[in-house]
């Protein structure tokens, strides 16, 4: 079975732009979350979604945002860049949210905002 | 609120010696706990889970856990160190006992093996 898989792998953007990130879920999993990590802050909770919609939101401002389409594949988007959003953002899936949290990860994608 | 503390930033022993990282955490629910491992530009991948049952958990690559209630820690062993097994090391808690879908991490601990 093919794992989560995330594109691009690498981005470069500059201040102000907006960016949509890509995640595949393993096939059969309904539930995809998102997480943020950087060497200050860690690794940070963003959101997750099952079934078209978000289920909980980590404390992320507003210009964060994502969802999921019916065959459960997922976006993120992160509009008016800032310097600090550079960080390695990271796809997890699994099957559905009723039981406990293995969650498998995928790649993530690198990105830098000059 | 749930949080995790990974004690030591880095952690560095030899080839074939005992490899101990150690986690504590804070919860008011009966914690899902989990010992993630990142190796360089990759994501993370599930070492062991600890949910409910037998405290002493055993993993892939030979690691095992070990979860104390009473000294609310979750420290993660190997009986002898590999090369292979230089990479950063997360602990983590599931938030609200298991439904919810976001995971509390640790800050980390990078594991170096000397030969």
């Known amino acids: 079975k093919a794992g989560v898989t995330q594109t691009p792998r690498y981005l470069i953007k500059t201040r102000g732009q907006q960016v949509t990130l890509s995640c595949s879920p393993i096939s059969g999993h309904r539930s995809v979350s998102w997480y943020q990590q950087t060497p200050g802050q860690g690794l940070q909770f963003l959101f997750e979604y099952f079934s078209e919609t978000q289920r909980n939101k980590g404390n992320f401002p507003g210009r964060f945002s994502g969802r999921q389409f019916s065959n459960s594949r997922s976006e993120m988007n992160v509009s008016t860049l800032e310097l600090g959003d550079s960080a390695l953002y990271l796809c997890a899936s699994r099957s559905i949210p009723l039981q406990y949290n293995e969650q498998f990860f995928g790649p993530g994608t690198r990105l830098t905002v000059l | ?115």
């Not at chain 2, 949080?3 to 101990?20: K, N, P």
């Not at chain 2, 010992?35 to 991948?45: C, E, I, M, S, T």
């Not at chain 2, 590999?82 to 976001?102: I, K, L, P, R, T």
Request: aromatic fraction near 12%; charged fraction near 15%.
């Open chain 2, 1 to 115: 609120a749930q949080s995790v503390t990974q004690l030591g930033s880095h952690v560095s022993v030899s080839e074939g010696a005992l490899v101990l990282l150690r986690c504590n955490y804070s919860s008011s629910v009966p914690p899902y706990l989990f010992w993630y491992v990142q190796y360089p530009n990759q994501g993370l991948q599930l070492l062991l889970k600890y949910t409910t049952g037998a405290t002493l958990v055993k993993g892939i690559n030979g690691f095992e856990a070990e979860f104390k209630k009473s000294e609310t820690s979750f420290h993660l062993t190997k009986p002898s160190a590999h090369m292979s097994d230089a990479a950063e090391y997360f602990c983590a808690v599931s938030e609200g006992g298991g439904s919810q879908g976001n995971l509390i991490f640790g800050k980390g601990t990078k594991l170096s093996v000397k030969p």
